[in-house]
Structures are given as structure tokens and as C-alpha cells.
């Protein structure tokens, strides 16, 4: 974990501003990370971005106390374990890294709502899409099961059409990354899922 700690040691020197107005943490892989229009997507939910690049489930479980130790937010948000898959890990480790991730996110910060963003199809990893569907789903039944406190953020299904194809629109050159188009469309899903709340 020790090529994170860059990234790691920015975050705990950006939090010193920013932790009396957040009330929504961001938390994941370089998707968070380099949402450049997330403060103003998301203004009416006074975000914080939390996102590391390149981050996997595994590192976002060995960080969590680190990175939040200042933050008492109202919600927290997880996009991670694309990268985990994209390492060569199996849907089953990254689904206990998300159990690990549901028991620090309940000592840290209670009952707060806590939301897991599905992992997302991307172009550039085509052939590992039955990978992602599998741990998409155990994690979900997973929430079902558990329910209480966390809600799964269904983002597989809004970046496909109705054939099944991946809508290139949603990613830039690499065919792993969003393009502003992908993150217009994830902040609709996010705060569609947020608001049925309410």
C-alpha cells in the first residue's frame, strides 16, 4: 500500500479546510478523483472529494481511518473495486473488502447513510464484464440482506443501452475513464438513489 501514500498524505493535508462544511464524503478510486465538477454537482450536499488515484476496495479499507479521521459527515458515498477486479483480484475479495469497509464505516461514523456506487462497465475492460456483474450482484444482495444503513447505487445498468452495448459517449480515450457526459449522467443516478429518501 505504500505507493498510495502521496495521495494519502494529500488528503490529510486537504482536509484541514475542509472538514467543518462537508457533509457528504466522496470516497473511492480515481472515478471520484478526478470528478472535476463534483463540489458543483453536488453543492445542495456540501461534498468533499476523498478520491485517491488508482485506488482499490483493498486500499480504501487500509486508509479509512486516515483519511476520515477529522470528518463527521451526514452521508458517505463509495466508488471502489474496479481497480481491485482490474489487479487480477476475484469478485469474492473484493466483496469481503466491502464487508471490511461496512464494519470501519459503522465504527467511525455510526448509522449515518452510507451508499456503494455498483463498479461500472468500461470499454477498455470488456472481457472482464461477467467479473463485474458477479461482484456487483454479491454486494448488492448484500446490502439487501443487511440493509440497514447502506443503499446500492445501481450505475452498471444507466452506462449500457438497451442492447446490452456500452455507450462510448460516457468515457474519454481510454475507454476506463468518464467523460463529462459519464459524469452528468452518474451525478442523475446518484442523486436519484439519494432523494428517493426523502
Not at 52 to 70: H, P
Not at 101 to 119: E, N, Q, T
Request: hydrophobic share 40%.
Amino acid at each position: 500500500m505504500y505507493w498510495y501514500e502521496d495521495e494519502v498524505k494529500r488528503l490529510e493535508k486537504d482536509s484541514r479546510g475542509k472538514v467543518a462544511e462537508a457533509e457528504t464524503i466522496f470516497y473511492g478510486s480515481s472515478s471520484i478523483r478526478l470528478w472535476t465538477s463534483l463540489y458543483s454537482d453536488f453543492a445542495a450536499l456540501k461534498p468533499v472529494n476523498l478520491g485517491f488515484g488508482g485506488s482499490t476496495l483493498a486500499a480504501c479499507v487500509w486508509f479509512f481511518e486516515r483519511v476520515m479521521v477529522s470528518y463527521q459527515p451526514k452521508r458517505l458515498i463509495v466508488y471502489a473495486g474496479d481497480n481491485d477486479l482490474g489487479d487480477g483480484r476475484n469478485p469474492e475479495e473484493v466483496f469481503i473488502f466491502f464487508q471490511q469497509l461496512v464494519v470501519k464505516a459503522r465504527k467511525r461514523f455510526g448509522d449515518i447513510p452510507c451508499y456503494f456506487i455498483s463498479l461500472k462497465p468500461s470499454i477498455s475492460r470488456l472481457q472482464m464484464i461477467d467479473q463485474y456483474k458477479y461482484t456487483n450482484n454479491l454486494i448488492e444482495n448484500e446490502i439487501i440482506k443487511q440493509a440497514e444503513n447502506w443503499q446500492f447505487i445501481d450505475i452498471f445498468k444507466a452506462m449500457i443501452d438497451s442492447a446490452g452495448k456500452l455507450k462510448k459517449e460516457n468515457y474519454v480515450d481510454d475507454g476506463l475513464h468518464l467523460s463529462e457526459k459519464g459524469y452528468q449522467l452518474w451525478k442523475q443516478v446518484i442523486y436519484d438513489r439519494i432523494y428517493a429518501d426523502h
